[in-house]
């Protein structure tokens, strides 16, 4: 039995979603030697307007046995050894044997987190109980960050306007828990599932649409969900290898002196306007707050902090008025611009890759952000050459995901922005 | 050149909403044009303009074949002009995209279809 018979991926770029499924199933279940353990599914978000993410899965179902479990979701683009597409979609199947598995969803994340995770938890536990397998691996994928698209604002990544910048901040409490729109609270609900199951390892990816962060959507088994995480939990005898990289540096320190309840926007960097003391700390001009700042500048730029002795990186996303809103929760004390580019996101996985002793393996799975593919562009073929180069003929899927994060009770909790975390899974 | 599977790139090219317009070009010859009923009109103008130039662009890019020249982009009022080109050849992709689109996601959705012009042209 060879590898590419126990795990083997599918993809397909046909444009219409119930096509999109069939051949992306057939391709993924062509060369299996049994029935699938799980499939995992990435898709980008063309289908909600190509026939819709419903269709994809049952195009799937046309091919995968129905009682095969399936998870997953939207990204802005995929990477499998095949190459890296901006549109498409992309399975893979998984049938080793020694592995006993579970799937769950939770819903409402972004009203209640905590209740989601802990739904989550428990049924993991319960399914999982009677394995006679010891290594337990948890993948997580859960609706990301969507920001409310305002008239007469718009989508957008600067509104200057104090007054409409405090409009728009004073919504939030309402849209985050009312329409369920706004931040993915994703380290709210990793720190919940890994409290409850501190023994495992643990990969995560956030829903995402074309980086437009407008909507997103989760799979589970053949069904579309909206703030919701969906789960898959795994025992095997099989080693997992985890890891995160993201390539930056510190450069510029100053102090976060004020921030909001939820720690989610910062009002004041070392006692000033957030916004203007950006500005003077990054040197640039009130024009470069515009609307490349997203897509094109802030990429380059990310706010850096030291979490439990590690250094992670999170986007700027939005200025309002003088505030700067953030993706996940900062905490008031010092803090960095950060410094990275093409070179070191690539080199970085490189790095990680090479320092993770992975023996004889069977599949990786990846998330990375999608800023990343967004900053790179074209060049993100280097960091497929780069992860070819590591798994060779290892089957793989990596999704361009609006957050992930990893977990390990060595490495404890990493909720991640404009990194790549990844699994892999050997047998020795 | 196998016209047809070109036709096809093209077609799916600009399926992608940041893809306003699009064609394949060689020096001295007309090249491969989608149905310009398919493109944006607001770029119509501009896609002309570069139909009727590539020979000069061309020009250009001959000198600069030498070190490597892969891929040249500009800006032209609210658009952004890519042109890649296929190694080893005289031929181009050449694709309008609109100046605030996620030029990430449009340069993967181009390299893509550079791949695959490059196995159609082998053929």
Redesign the interface.
Known sequence: MTNDSLVNVGFS?K?VAREAGRELASRALAEMAGKPKFFIVYSTIHYAENGGFKELLDGIYEFLPKDVPLIGGTV??LMIPQ?????GAAGMAVSYPNMDVSVCVGNNIKRDPTAAAKECAKKIKSDLSSSKFQNQFIFTFSAGTEILDVPPVGRTSVVRSELLAKTIMSSFSTSQYVLQKGSGREDDLLAALVAEIPNCKLLHGSAID??KMLRNYQFYNNTVLTNAVVCLGVKSDLNTAINFAHGAEPSISFEITKVSDDGRIIHEINNKPAAEELLRLINWQEGFFD??LF??RFPFFPLGLHVNGKFFIRPFVMILGDSILLMTKVEKGKAFIARINGGSMVSSVDDALAASKIGAPIFGLFTSCAIR??????E??LERDVILKHLHSTPFLLGYCGGEAVYTPELGLGYLNESIGYAVFGSD | MDIEKIQAVLD?LL??EDVYACMVAKQGMEGVVPDKKKFNPKVLGIIETLQNTIDNEFQIIKQYTDYGLE?MSFRLQDFEVHLYVLPGSEIALIAISPS?A???????????AR?KLIEIVKE
């Open positions: 770029e444009w802005t683009g190459g890296c597409y901006s549109h074309d980086v609307e490349k897509t094109k593919f967004m900053a790179l562009g074209r993100i073929y | 799916d399926k992608f891929e605030q996620n030029r990430g996601l449009v340069e993967v959705t181009l390299e893509n791949r």
